[in-house]
């Protein structure tokens, strides 16, 4: 009788113990799980919450560049250089805009957006290089005509409507005045398409 008792007591033991493990495993899941802080993408702040056009333009086909600098002169393309930081707020409200230049004139101008990041650091840089437009501020856009003159230069976050007018200077098309009107449609928070009245 006694090692029928011993096996009852051993029994009891291993179905505590085993009792006692899934209530730690619960335990440190449940704390895991409620004492991780959520991932909050924010337009309207500093943090890096990954690459801003893929995460707020919702265009991944803008990075990386397809084309260099270099290669959009020598094939006398025009060229729209976006200067960015993928934690700067001004930057990401800006990548919108970018991806509408894209929209646009994606097939007949090279759209080159650099992280400032990655520009080396050098005393002095050739016309065909990056850093050489770079005036220290994002967003900034530079836009080069077909010869590779600076047809616009600007800093912060510039219109659409401001860098379409040199474009359509740059392509000869009509001026806005005497286009088709188009109008703003919404279909998220960040995106908006145009489309006719």
Do not use: H, W
């Not at 409620?34 to 991932?39: E, I, R, W």
């Not at 007949?108 to 065909?128: L, R, W």
């Not at 005036?135 to 860098?163: C, R, S």
Request: proline share 4%; hydrophobic share 35%; charged share 20%.
């Amino acid at each position: 009788m006694g090692s029928k008792q011993n096996s009852i007591k051993s029994e009891q033991g291993r179905r505590g113990f085993k009792l006692c493990l899934v209530m730690l495993i619960a335990v440190f899941t449940s704390l895991c799980i409620f004492a991780t802080s959520p991932a909050n993408a924010g337009i309207d702040d500093d943090r890096l919450d990954g690459n801003i056009f893929v995460v707020y333009a919702g265009n991944g086909s803008l990075v990386p560049s397809k084309i260099t600098l270099s290669e959009s002169l020598q094939r006398q393309m025009p060229a729209i250089i976006v200067y960015y930081l993928d934690d700067s707020s001004d930057c990401k409200q800006y990548a919108g805009v970018v991806s509408r230049l894209q929209e646009f004139y994606g097939r007949a101008a090279s759209i080159i957006p650099i992280s400032v990041d990655s520009i080396p650091i050098k005393d002095s840089y050739s016309i065909n290089e990056v850093g050489y437009y770079y005036d220290g501020a994002v967003p900034q856009t530079v836009i080069l005509d077909q010869q590779g003159k600076e047809v616009f230069n600007g800093k912060g976050q510039v219109k659409y409507e401001a860098m379409d007018d040199v474009l359509r200077q740059v392509f000869d098309l009509l001026p806005r005045s005497e286009s088709i009107q188009l109008k703003r449609r919404s279909f998220n928070e960040f995106n908006s398409e145009l489309v006719p009245q």
